[in-house]
């Protein structure tokens, strides 16, 4: 299942985005030398009547191509070859920079895609709770907010100035922030106090073992009446418009991850590579279709983000050289963005190994 589903993910995936590239390079007019999912040594391959050599290679982790002009896959210029109408180096700045961004663009499409199929076939999922759900029923054994003076009976009625009117809208804005100081509004007979509550961090395990990190208040919600979920249907343009922000929204909530991993809010251990996507896939695709296909979309937004990042040697980085470009109206010298570029795709590299190195010892056996 985890090799499997590693295959239904990455594979089309990458594929995808590599063809962003290529089919606004071809309709700028650059000719693509190679077309390659992989890399590493070509498995099998096979050559168009435009001159492409479209390949699988045997290391599966990632793609490229390869357009005239290009010293290697990261579409550092070789020189001479940019006087050539279909170089991609003798194309105008805005052109490279629209191949370059097509890639992360299409990757972006495609979650969007999904998340509009769901809201459109579906409809809006939205969690109905009770109306006494934010009232503190009672604390957990190790409670933040009875440590900050909450009492059993305070009705929550904000988070730093925000109105909460259910209980999702407290976990919404408690469990991505684990060890933040948060202001709390509650409401205690009929008078209005503020707390300083620091939020707790908790290692909690899903249905696989995979540990994660969230925050928890450790209250807890009055258990009288029943919380039903429902289905708002909306318009394709209202199913569209929702697509988009829940997109925007969960890329937002893959930057705090990153930022939270920088500071030390989470472990380094959540930092997943190419093992643990192989394992997340297998097991969302033992729970079916929708759970499956769910997992696509976050992975193809990954891939955007991951490629937008200003890394020399990733698109991001090649945006981040155009950009000085523009503004210093003629390239970056050649022996600079050669170093930039080695360093760059050193530092993926090193990314690569100590995230391989992570997932290997997350699984079972290294744990036991």
């Known amino acids: 299942m985890y090799l499997f589903g590693f295959l239904l993910v990455l594979g089309p995936l990458i594929t995808i985005h590599e063809l962003g590239h290529y089919m606004v390079g071809r309709w700028f007019g650059v000719k693509a030398e190679a077309f390659s999912i992989g890399f590493g040594k070509e498995i099998v391959g096979w050559t168009d009547r435009y001159g492409t050599r479209w390949k699988?290679?045997?290391?599966?982790?990632?793609?490229?191509?390869?357009?005239?002009?290009?010293?290697?896959?990261?579409?550092?210029?070789?020189?001479?070859?940019?006087?050539?109408?279909?170089?991609?180096?003798?194309?105008?700045?805005?052109?490279?920079?629209?191949?370059?961004?097509?890639?992360?663009?299409?990757?972006?499409?495609?979650?969007?895609?999904?998340?509009?199929?769901?809201?459109?076939?579906?409809g809006q999922p939205k969690i109905i709770f009770p109306e006494d759900s934010t009232t503190v029923s009672r604390f957990a054994p190790e409670s933040s907010a009875r440590d900050a003076g909450m009492e059993i009976g305070d009705r929550i009625l904000a988070v730093d100035g925000k109105t909460v009117n259910d209980f999702q809208e407290l976990i919404d804005k408690v469990a991505l922030y684990p060890n933040k100081e948060i202001r709390v509004t509650v409401g205690r007979a009929e008078i209005e106090r503020q707390l300083l509550v620091t939020i707790g961090s908790v290692t909690e395990k899903d249905r696989f073992g995979n540990e994660m990190t969230v925050g928890r208040l450790g209250i807890f919600r009055p258990e009288t009446g029943d919380v039903t979920v429902s289905y708002q249907r909306e318009s394709i343009f209202g199913a569209l418009a929702h697509s988009v922000q829940h997109t925007w929204e969960t890329f937002k909530m893959m930057m705090l991850g990153l930022k939270q991993i920088i500071i030390g809010d989470r472990s380094f251990q959540e930092l997943g590579g190419p093992l643990k996507i192989a394992k997340y896939s297998g097991e969302q695709l033992s729970l079916g279709v929708l759970a499956f296909v769910n997992f696509v979309a976050l992975i193809s937004l990954n891939l955007a983000f991951i490629n937008l990042l200003p890394i020399p040697g990733l698109d991001g980085g090649h945006l981040l050289f155009y950009a000085a470009e523009a503004v210093r109206r003629r390239p970056l010298g050649e022996n600079f963005t050669g170093v930039a570029y080695r360093l760059g795709l050193g530092s993926v590299l090193m990314l690569f190994l100590v995230v391989t190195l992570n997932d290997l010892l997350s699984l079972p056996i290294f744990r036991s």
């Open 56 to 122: 699988i290679a045997i290391l599966p982790l990632g793609g490229y191509v390869q357009f005239y002009g290009d010293m290697n896959p990261s579409s550092v210029g070789s020189g001479g070859a940019s006087d050539s109408p279909h170089a991609f180096q003798s194309k105008s700045l805005l052109k490279r920079s629209l191949i370059v961004f097509a890639g992360p663009a299409t990757n972006l499409f495609v979650t969007i895609a999904i998340f509009f199929v769901f809201f459109a076939v579906n």
